[in-house]
């Protein structure tokens, strides 16, 4: 289709926006002159001790058939945050929550977390549980980051997260391509996977292993 459609000079959008609109993620990432393509990420993972996994998978465990996860502030506060902060814990990584950011009047708004110590890396709470729809804001959010910090890290990573379920992508920028992992990562089944892979993201291990 014609792109140039899509995002139209001179309007005003949000990266909530693009969560919105029905065209395909990649006609819309194509608008920016990037590309989209779905595939397994062999995902690097850390070898860090995880001193806090056997608590929190409790306190997960343990609340969740009390808890009803209909709502965004439950999964947020519930399984989202612990995650993140524990991460922080094993990382000393900074963790912004509604990050303003503003590169263009096409892309510019809020991220949901930013954490960055020796990488940067973006977390998307993917909105009505549709995890579809918010890998493409993730996309767009990770085009943002890539335009707006100048440093040399090669490939821009982050997930997009419905609470219970996670799903990971990275921007590599030379080439403009974003991957979509085809693996999901369930809350509180693959937690220790999960909390490998983004120690291992934001403490300078390379991110995937191998070529895509």
């Known amino acids: 289709m014609d792109t140039t459609r899509i995002v139209q ?5 949000t990266f909530k926006s693009y969560f919105e609109m029905s065209y395909e993620p990649e006609d819309i990432l194509a608008a920016f002159g990037y590309r989209l393509q779905r595939a397994t990420l062999p995902l690097a993972q850390s070898t860090a001790a995880l001193d806090r996994l056997s608590s929190l998978k409790a306190r997960i465990e343990e609340s969740l058939p009390y ?3 209909t709502s965004e ?5 519930l399984l989202i945050a612990p995650v993140l902060l524990d991460v922080v814990h094993y990382t000393h990584a900074q963790l912004r929550i509604e990050y303003p950011l503003t590169v263009t009047e096409q892309l510019k708004g809020t991220l949901d977390y930013y954490l960055y110590a020796n990488d940067k890396f973006l977390v998307v709470e993917a909105k009505h549980a549709n995890l579809s729809r918010g890998f493409t804001q993730l996309a767009v959010e ?3 980051l890539d335009q707006w910090c100048d440093d040399r890290q090669p490939v821009l990573p982050g997930a997009v997260s419905t609470g219970d379920i996670w799903q990971f ?3 590599q920028r030379v080439d403009k391509l974003v991957t979509q992992d085809l693996s999901l990562y369930r809350v509180p089944a693959d937690l220790e996977d999960l ?3 983004l120690v291992a993201a934001l403490t300078g291990e390379k991110y995937y292993v191998g070529q895509l």
């Open 195 to 197: 909390l490998h892979i």
């Open 142 to 144: 990770l085009i943002a």
């Open 67 to 69: 808890v009803s996860l």
């Open 169 to 171: 992508g990275v921007l």
């Open 73 to 77: 502030a439950a999964r947020r506060e």
């Open 9 to 13: 000079p001179g309007e005003s959008y």
